[in-house]
């Protein structure tokens, strides 16, 4: 898999899933290696389009999508 299936990859599966994932589980739901992920994951968010940040102190890093790929009260 080349590193746009790979984006693609990352951001679908992020989307897909509503919420946010740590890498090692974003891996899991890609079937994609950790260390490529990682790799995607610091692009996507460099591009704008998925944020990483800890939810709670000591958890794994998480990633998600954007405020703009989640849905609203008015698109529900």
């Keep these: 898999m080349n590193q746009n299936e790979v984006r693609h990859q990352v951001i679908s599966v992020l989307l897909q899933v509503g919420g946010p994932l740590t890498q090692s589980a974003l891996a899991v ?3 994609i290696a ?3 992920i990682r790799a995607v ?3 996507v968010v460099h591009d704008g389009l998925v944020i990483e940040g800890r939810l709670l102190r ?3 890093p998480t990633a998600m999508p954007c ?3 989640w849905p609203t009260a ?3």
């Design 67 to 69: 405020a703009s790929g």
């Design 29 to 31: 739901q890609c079937r």
């Design 41 to 43: 994951i610091g692009e």
């Design 58 to 60: 000591g958890e794994p």
């Design 34 to 36: 950790e260390t490529d």
């Design 74 to 76: 008015e698109s529900t």
